[in-house]
């Protein structure tokens, strides 16, 4: 399976950006869970949301609940992260990730096996 993430970029402190994973290889329907984790510089990556293949359960970290929502469109083999309300906190390098992955584990990203190449998001304030 490869992952392409797209849609970083630069913006303002309370701006939008839109993040894309397409999928190639395999459906996404097929895959138990899909999510974005994060790298903020000089840190450790962390778990940001996931959607789940059964029922489309969605789980998001605290910081951003309320701000981003995960998505998925399973005619386009794509996954979303609309991330409203944009902080300098959520500066990162964002990367889309891919598992079949137990509830409890959802936000370790040692227990997905398919990871796209990341995209940079910037937030000035």
């Known amino acids: 399976v490869q992952l392409q993430a797209s849609g970083g970029g630069m913006v303002q402190a309370g701006g939008s950006l839109r993040l894309s994973c397409a999928a190639s290889?395999?459906?996404?329907?097929?895959?138990?869970?899909m999510g974005w984790f994060r790298q903020p510089p000089g840190k450790e990556r962390e778990f940001v949301a996931v959607i789940r293949r059964s029922g489309g359960s969605t789980y998001y970290k605290d910081s951003v609940k309320g701000r981003f929502t995960i998505s998925r469109d399973n005619a386009k083999n794509t996954v979303y992260l609309q991330m409203n309300s944009l902080k300098p906190e959520d500066t990162a390098v964002y990367y889309c990730?891919?598992?079949?992955?137990?509830?409890?584990?959802?936000?370790?990203?040692?227990?997905?096996?398919?990871w796209g190449q990341g995209t940079l998001v910037t937030v000035s304030s």
């Open positions: 290889g395999r459906t996404i329907n097929s895959i138990h869970n």
């Open positions: 990730a891919g598992g079949n992955v137990v509830l409890s584990g959802i936000s370790d990203p040692d227990n997905y096996n398919y």
